[in-house]
């Protein structure tokens, strides 16, 4: 049904029109501009990203409210690890043990995992939940600079 009405509308080629923009959010960027006004969103505990935890108590987004994040970091559903520190990569992340729970009976389970250690990242966390939003932005401007580049960066902050 959703496929069916994804090529009735076009969108293939307006996805991949868009994803050459290089949003910092690719895929749900991607999504979130091309669907504008043709989709509905779920509860954010249906997806939260895993940045989310590290921004200061306070609505962030226009569309939630910040009990719905509130029950979201407290009550995740579907974990979105979006930012560069992945439980596969680290161990010591938030969530991370219920992650390697699932991951010990999947197929992947066979695969040596070299994860280094992050106990660093929930000392970040800790001071990041305290951060001004200024602070915040630098933070995110400087972890889009360490996983893509100055000049992508740049392009983004000029756009």
Sequence with gaps: MILKKIRQDGLTGKFLSEIQKGYIFAD?????????????????KYNIATFVFDLPDRK????YSQSEFDEAKNNPVIIHYAAP?????????????????YFIISVFKSQILKRKNGKFRILSDEISSKM????????VFLMSW????LFFT??????
């Design 60 to 63: 962030p987004y226009l569309i």
């Design 146 to 149: 360490e996983t893509r580049g």
């Design 28 to 44: 749900q960027d991607v999504l979130n501009v091309t669907c504008l006004n043709k989709i509905r969103y779920l509860p954010v």
């Design 132 to 139: 001004s939003y200024t602070a915040m932005v630098i933070r």
């Design 85 to 101: 520190y992945k439980p596969w990569l680290y161990y010591g992340l938030k969530y991370d043990a219920q992650w390697y729970k």
């Design 154 to 159: 740049l392009r983004k902050v000029k756009n």
